[in-house]
C-alpha cells in the first residue's frame, strides 16, 4: 500500500507541463543530502483509486500531469496507479520519480509519459546539473528518450 504525504501543482518537476506531484513516503534510499528526508518515514495518508479519483474531479481541469514523487518501496502499485489514471482520463499525463537506478524487470512503460531514475548524490546535483547521475526519460512508443538536459540552464 502506497501512502503519501502531500501533494502541490508545480512546474518544474516536469518540462512543459502544470503538475501535480504526489510525494510517497517509506522512500528506502536513504540518499545523503536528500532534501525530502522526510519521505523515508512510512507515515501519511493512503493513495489509491478513490484518493486519485477525487484529485482528478478536483484538478483535471487544471492539470497536465500527475507524478508519482517515490514509490520505490512498491514499484508495481505505482504503475497500477497510472494505468488507474490513464483509464479514467487520457489527457492526463502520469510521470513517476524514481530513486532506482533501473527499472523492475517486469514493469512496463505503457502508462508512463516521463520517468526520472537515480538516487540523488549531492557530490552530483540533482537533475539541473549537467554532472547529475540522475536520468529524465520521455516515453515515446514504449522507449526511454533522455531529456535530462531540458532542467541544464547552460
Not at 497500477?80 to 523492475?104: M, V
Amino acid at each position: 500500500m502506497l501512502r503519501y504525504i502531500n501533494y502541490d501543482i508545480v512546474f518544474q518537476e516536469i518540462p512543459d507541463e502544470v503538475t501535480l506531484a504526489v510525494n510517497i513516503s517509506c522512500c528506502p534510499h536513504r540518499c545523503a543530502g536528500c532534501h525530502s528526508s522526510h519521505l523515508q518515514e512510512d507515515i501519511g495518508e493512503t493513495l489509491d483509486e478513490n484518493v486519485l479519483s477525487v484529485w482528478l474531479e478536483n484538478y483535471g481541469n487544471a492539470i497536465t500531469c500527475l507524478c508519482f514523487m517515490g514509490g520505490d518501496a512498491e514499484p508495481h502499485e505505482v504503475e497500477r496507479l497510472a494505468d488507474y489514471i490513464r483509464k479514467k482520463n487520457d489527457r492526463i499525463k502520469t510521470a513517476w520519480y524514481s530513486g532506482r537506478a533501473n527499472l523492475p524487470a517486469d514493469f512496463s512503460l505503457v502508462n508512463f509519459d516521463y520517468i526520472k531514475l537515480g538516487a540523488y548524490m549531492e557530490h552530483l546535483g540533482g537533475l539541473n546539473a549537467p554532472s547529475t547521475n540522475q536520468r529524465f526519460f520521455r516515453i515515446e512508443k514504449g522507449k526511454m528518450i533522455d531529456r535530462t538536459s531540458r532542467f541544464w540552464k547552460i
